[in-house]
């Protein structure tokens, strides 16, 4: 939470009826207690403001000082029993990004978290021996292993307070981590740091990575300059479930799928709902012992997200091989529909990754009055280089794929601007190529 701001912490606190909010008094420039302070009073059932550090000027507690204060004897044996939650008892509200730009909110009940934490055990192979490690806070996603996972082996757990490569190589160096839970971004941001070579990363054997699809060329870029190997997964914060690999899993099926289902069904729909057959592309939806409870109190969304026989409807695109491997072909709302004719823009991002100049690729639609949609590629290039829309057209018909697939505008940018710190942001990639075609007088 620590990129949000007033507005949307207190949504947070008021849509969850939040009691206490535990912060820094100040991280990273930024003022959190000023920030409480100055909407506190809007929000009455909000009574405790908890620092990590410190006692505050207005008698906010400090949690460290509850750790260093020795309270076990004021209470019998067992007191704690009363306080413990029925397995079944939501015990988890995570927070994802909303179609408004406020959060929704999603139930998670331990006994669904703790049943996929079995399955990321026995597909990642996790011992007692293992040390797993948090290169970014957040309560899902890659993390979910040393959360959730570690405690029950139990295997150690290394957090890394902010994501900074080399932060992040010391980390693992010193630690000697063997399981590192990260995003396609960070992978990224790691194999093209100059500091990759510099310290002694042998210690891993895998790279348990979620939050977006990965492409198959940095998954090889990553097992050939990292070391250890890639286990890719799938899943959602609004789900719970979702498919997996398993560090037994042939490389070739590993870096191009996501695996099998960890639990429940999966299954892949057309526009009607109705199943479709193997190597169709479909939405896919998914149910089971890790599906989630639904959204704290928000009964459209929940509507709108299930079916009325219990399916999630996740917004993705795929399909599945003939060994029952499911592949991601995008996200519903990305497709770009040309004329008639659908892109799948992460066909043509994981091409651009081949490219030897390019860093990351995103493709976008922009609108067309003459084609309805046109598609616009936003390309991070490799330090050093430079890339133009000829060397992209270039590169891509040498590819062999279709002429209408190849993005009809280019625009090279430092970074991809990223949702939650892990999926690029591509609403705003759509707004800003839709705000520079006003200006240029293109619609």
């Known amino acids: 939470l620590v990129s949000l701001r007033q507005r949307e912490m207190e949504y947070i606190l008021r849509h969850t009826e939040a009691s206490a909010i535990v912060i820094f008094e100040e991280y990273r420039g930024f003022d959190y207690l ?14 405790h403001v908890l620092l990590v550090d410190g006692d505050g000027p207005s008698g906010e507690a400090s949690i460290r000082r509850m750790v260093d204060t020795e309270i076990e004897k004021a209470y019998p044996p067992g007191y704690l029993k009363n306080t413990q939650c029925p397995a079944t008892e939501v015990s988890l509200v995570l927070h994802t990004t909303g179609t408004t730009g406020l959060p929704k909110f999603v139930e998670h009940p331990i006994c669904g978290r703790m049943h996929s934490s079995q ?7 996790l011992t007692s021996a293992d040390t797993l490690s948090i290169l970014g806070p957040a309560a899902g996603g890659p993390n979910h292993s040393a959360y959730v996972t570690a405690p029950q082996l139990p295997a150690r757990v290394v957090i890394l307070e902010r994501f900074e490569v080399e932060d992040a190589f010391r ?38 990575c979620v939050g977006s699809a990965l492409p198959q060329a940095l998954g090889l870029e990553v097992e050939s300059k990292l070391g250890g190997i890639v286990v890719p997964g799938y899943g959602a914060t609004d789900w719970g479930g979702g498919a997996m690999t398993s560090v037994s899993t042939p490389p070739e099926t590993r870096l191009l799928t996501v695996g099998t289902p960890w639990s429940g069904e999966i299954r892949i729909v057309d526009d009607d709902g109705q199943p479709i057959g193997l190597g169709q592309v479909g939405e896919i939806q998914g149910r ?10 928000d009964p459209e969304a929940n509507q709108q997200a299930w079916t009325e026989d219990g399916w999630y409807r996740s917004g993705d695109l795929g399909r599945w091989d003939g060994d029952g491997n499911l592949l991601i072909v995008g996200r519903k709302k990305d497709m ?6 659908n892109i799948y823009p992460i066909e043509i991002e994981n091409l651009l990754r081949e490219c030897p100049q390019v860093s990351d690729a995103a493709i ?14 936003y390309v991070v290039p490799r330090p050093g280089e430079v890339f133009t829309l000829d060397d992209m057209v270039a590169f891509l018909k040498g590819r062999n794929i279709a002429s209408f697939k190849i993005p009809e505008r280019l625009e090279t940018v430092s970074q991809l601007p990223l949702a939650s710190g892990q999926k690029v942001n591509k609403r705003a990639l759509q707004q800003d190529i839709a705000h520079k075609l006003v200006k240029e007088g293109g619609i």
């Open 34 to 47: 000023g920030m409480v302070q100055d909407f506190r009073g809007g929000l009455p059932n909000l009574k």
């Open 119 to 125: 399955a990321i055990t026995q597909r990642l192979g």
């Open 171 to 208: 980390l693992i160096e010193a630690e000697r981590v063997t399981v590192a839970g990260v995003v396609p971004t960070q992978l990224s941001m790691m194999v093209q740091h100059p500091a990759v070579g510099k310290y002694d990363l042998s210690s891993v054997r895998l790279w348990y």
């Open 288 to 297: 089971g012992p890790c599906c989630v409870s639904g959204y704290y109190r």
């Open 336 to 341: 770009i529909i040309r004329g008639g004719q």
């Open 364 to 377: 976008v639609g922009m609108p067309d009055p003459v084609m309805g949609e046109r598609s616009c590629a």
